[in-house]
């Protein structure tokens, strides 16, 4: 099944990469050609990339619950690999920006230098906070395999306690840095490639919008992760039902925060009532895309908070997969129906919104590109998984050395240490 899987990831990453060299090398292209390639970075950025925030919450918060999905969140750093380059290609296809409402008000060299180099410290900040996490268990490949390849990066980790300290402290301090540049890079991505494009487009809410969005998926990502590794032969002795409990507890108010934000959206375009505004309000909304909107309102919200209010669902392990692949739907066709359209009235500094143009639907180029950028990274995922754990076993070690069992009543409870 492993090299199945390989094999076919392989070859939709292969489709995906020449159908974009084919859209670079066939000459200068509309700006909406590419709507779809942004809808896919951002679809990538708020899920795969979202997702080792939750290792960093967990953690945060000392809950043990957490650890066996901490590495499978982390591995999600690996989609900077993909998203890195992309961005760099969608930033060279942008409109000319001078004179054009931005965040960089015609700052020398944005967007382009600043959103690239805001997506390259992104990148290494997660890379670096996934090597990190790994080192004790790249040193024990080392211990168990003499001379192999799997032992080489771990630097000669011989975990003393000096080591030990500057671990534990490191993957909180780089874990802060990568929930900050996250909501930076959601910041500059949805206003350069989104916002900026469209005519009279003012808003304060889409931002944190998009990156709270993004959380909520990033929670998913890794509730998906987590069951896929589960069906691996002796994995269902690491993974249980406490980490899909506790992000079942997550994606329940995250899907609330989705309805917050869209409804302070509706509010300030209802109460303006501006011709400008409106017509912006039904390009996104209530337009051509309105059947974007809909989906998009009841994948994020509506199912997710209809299901998760209910005990038998949400604790337990088949019911909060069936909902992040639920929200995993929704955050994609939210993308779609904010990029495809931004993209397809971009043009001259200026212009207004006096006809609204038609629903976008994807052409083979599209659907060969969204299918290779998603393939690609789950082939790093697949090809990381032969040199690092699926389980981040030091710390699955400490939950154990620091928790007992203790009897209570007729039944035994588990009680967990919590260390200074």
């Known amino acids: 099944m492993y090299w199945a899987l390989l094999a076919v990831a392989a070859a939709l990453a292969v489709a995906g990469l020449v159908a974009l060299v084919r859209l670079l090398v066939t000459g200068p292209q509309p700006y909406a050609r590419w709507g779809y390639t942004a809808a896919v970075l951002a679809f990538l950025i708020s899920t795969f990339q979202a997702a080792p925030i939750l290792a960093f919450a967990s953690r945060m918060a000392r809950g043990f619950w957490g650890i066996p999905l901490r ?28 004179g054009r409402p931005s965040i960089w008000f015609d700052w020398p060299g944005g967007p382009r230098i600043w959103d690239a180099l ?8 997660g890379l670096a906070l996934l090597y990190l996490s790994s080192l004790p268990d790249l040193a024990a490949a080392r211990v168990a395999r003499p001379g192999g390849l799997l032992g080489l990066p771990s630097l000669g980790w011989n975990g003393t306690p000096r080591q030990w300290q500057v671990l534990s402290r490191g993957v909180i301090v780089l ?41 909520e998926a990033g ?36 899907a609330l925060l989705f309805f917050y934000f869209t409804w302070a959206e509706l509010l300030t375009n209802w109460y303006g009532r501006l011709p400008d505004e409106q017509q912006v309000f039904f390009l996104f909304m209530f337009g ?13 919200f509506l199912l997710p908070f209809l299901l998760l209010i209910w005990n038998p669902i949400r604790v337990s392990i088949a019911g909060p997969t069936a909902v992040s692949a639920l929200v995993l739907l929704g955050n994609l066709v939210d993308r779609v129906r904010i990029y495809v359209p931004a993209w397809s009235v ?3 500094v200026g212009q207004s919104l006096d ?14 590109i969204v299918l290779g950028a998603g393939a690609l990274v789950v082939l790093l995922y697949l090809l990381v998984l032969r040199s ?33």
Request: net charge positive; no cysteine.
């Open 71 to 98: 590495r499978a969140a982390e591995l999600g750093a690996l989609t900077s690999l993909v998203t890195t380059p992309l961005l760099i290609v969608l930033l060279l296809q942008l409109p000319s920006f001078d």
């Open 118 to 125: 805001a997506g390259g410290i992104f990148a290494l900040v």
């Open 175 to 215: 874990g802060a840095f990568y929930l900050m540049m996250f909501v930076f890079v959601n910041l500059v991505v949805v206003s350069d490639l989104a916002m900026s494009l469209v005519p009279n487009w003012h808003s304060a809410v889409i931002p944190p919008y998009h990156a709270v969005s993004g959380l």
């Open 219 to 254: 929670v998913a990502t890794t509730l998906l992760t987590l069951a896929a590794l589960r069906r691996s032969p002796g994995m269902q002795r690491y993974i249980g039902l406490d980490p899909f409990w506790g992000g079942a507890k997550l994606l329940l108010p995250f």
């Open 288 to 300: 051509p895309y309105q059947w974007a909107f809909m989906l998009s309102f009841g994948l994020n």
């Open 346 to 348: 971009a043009g001259p």
């Open 355 to 368: 006809q609204l143009p038609p629903a976008q639907l994807p052409g083979v180029e599209d659907v060969l």
């Open 388 to 420: 690092v754990p699926a389980i981040s076993l030091w710390e699955y070690r400490q939950g154990l050395l620091l928790s007992v069992e203790r009897p209570f009543v007729r039944t035994g409870v588990r009680a967990i240490a919590k260390p200074h």
